[in-house]
C-alpha cells in the first residue's frame, strides 16, 4: 500500500552544491518533519527559518515534496520516499551544501500494521576535506511491530553497512520507545564502532514512554558540540544539531 515505484528522488540541480567536499568543521541537523510540507518555505533558508548557524548537511525524516520540486531550503537533497501517494512523495531526505554520491536506499522487508507501509534509510556519501569519504544513513527506523522485525531490519541495513570503512554518521528517528530497542540499537551501533552523541539538555528530544526517539552517531571524526533545539509548531520532533570536525590523516 502506497509502496513508491520511483525511488531515490535526485534533486534536478544537484551541480549547484557550493563545492566538492565538505569544510574542515561541518553542521548536521537531524529532524522528522511528521508529514509536514515545507513546500511553503522553499525560498526561506532553514538557519533563517529556526535562528541558527546554516548546517551543511540535513537528515530529514517525515518529509514531504512534490514530484522533483526543484528546491529544499534551497540546498541540493536526494529523497528516499516510503509512500507515494498520487503526485506527493513522503520519507527520509538528505540535503546538502556540498556535492554528495553514492546514493543507495534501503526500504524494510517488513511493513507497519495499519498502513502496512515500508519505513527506509537512505545512504549517502560526501567527500571530505581531509581526501576520506563520510558515509551518511538517514533513518526512519520501523515502529509499530513486534521487536524481532525491529531487529531483523536493523540487522539487513548493518550489513549493508558493513561494508563501508572511514567516518560514518548514522542519524534520524530510531523509534526506540523502550529500553529493549534502545539496547538493540546501542548493540548494533558498537558493531560499527560508531559513538552516541549525547546532549547538554536532552529535555527538547522527542519521546514516548520516557525514551528518546531521535539520535545521532559518528566515528572517525571528532564532536565539537551537540544542541537539541525546542521549535513548537512545525513538528511533534524537534531538531538535533551536531558540530562535527574531520581528523586529520
Known amino acids: 500500500m502506497y509502496k513508491p515505484t520511483f525511488s531515490p528522488i535526485p534533486h534536478p540541480h544537484s551541480a549547484k552544491a557550493k563545492g566538492h567536499s565538505l ?19 522553499i525560498n526561506r533558508p532553514i538557519d533563517k527559518l529556526i535562528n541558527i548557524e546554516p548546517p551543511h548537511l540535513l537528515s ?30 513522503f520519507g527520509v531526505l538528505t540535503a546538502s551544501s556540498h556535492h554528495c554520491t553514492g546514493q543507495n536506499q534501503c526500504l524494510t522487508r517488513s511493513r507497519e500494521l495499519g498502513f502496512a507501509t515500508h519505513k527506509t534509510a537512505l545512504i549517502t556519501q560526501h567527500n571530505l576535506a581531509n581526501g576520506q569519504t563520510l558515509t551518511h544513513v538517514n533513518i ?49 551501533t558498537s558493531q560499527l564502532q560508531l559513538q552516541l552523541v549525547a546532549f547538554p539538555d536532552h529535555s527538547a ?11 545521532i552517531f559518528y566515528r572517525g571524526l571528532r564532536l565539537i558540540n551537540s544542541e537539541a533545539l525546542s521549535i513548537p509548531l512545525i513538528s511533534d520532533h524537534n531538531p538535533l544539531i551536531a558540530k562535527f570536525q574531520q581528523i586529520p590523516n
Not at 536526494?78 to 509512500?83: E, L
Open 60 to 89: 530529514l525524516q517525515e518529509a514531504a515534496i512534490q514530484f522533483q520540486q526543484p528546491k529544499f531550503f534551497n540546498l541540493p537533497f536526494v529523497m528516499a520516499p516510503n509512500i507515494q501517494k498520487h503526485n506527493k512523495h
Open 23 to 41: 569544510p574542515d568543521c561541518f553542521i548536521l541537523l537531524t529532524w522528522n518533519l511528521h508529514k509536514v510540507d515545507f513546500s511553503h518555505y
Open 205 to 215: 528530544i522527542k519521546t514516548m514512554l520516557h525514551q528518546p526517539l531521535d539520535h
Open 140 to 188: 526512519h527506523a520501523i515502529n509499530f511491530m513486534p521487536h524481532i522485525f525491529f531487529k531483523k531490519e536493523l540487522s539487513l541495513l548493518w550489513h549493508q553497512l558493513s561494508q563501508y570503512t572511514g567516518p560514518m554518521i548514522i542519524s534520524g528517528d530510531f523509534n526506540t520507545w523502550n529500553k529493549t530497542r534502545m539496547k538493540t540499537l546501542l548493540q548494533a
